[in-house]
């Protein structure tokens, strides 16, 4: 996917669609985690739509729960996708600043 350490840098245009294409990726990535978030409160805790997706977005996001489930499978699931969102906010990170790291280390190289 990368150019190897032997090849010149790409063009910025190349570049920025690579950014693009990475941000994207890392956008359906927390999309299809927030829609399993919310099936699962609706599912597992009969939460209405509304408060399944604040309960899903506050927890994906990294600032705890917002609203308790009252049922034990419902808590189960939240421990479960807590552990989920927190990977997920890892990879997220990942995936959008592993193009512009790649690009930074491999100017270094170039340098050399």
Known sequence: MYESKGKPLIDKKSFRKRVL???????LLVIVTLIIGVVGHIY?????FGSALVAS?????????SIIPESIPGQLFVSIYGIL???????????IIAPILHRSLHKFHLDE
């Not at 294409?21 to 956008?27: D, T």
């Open 57 to 65: 977005i506050t927890l994906t996001s990294g600032l705890g729960l």
């Open 44 to 48: 597992f805790d009969n939460m209405n």
């Open 21 to 27: 294409l990475h941000i994207l990726a890392a956008l």
């Open 85 to 95: 969102s927190s990977y997920i906010f890892l990879a997220t990170s990942s995936i």
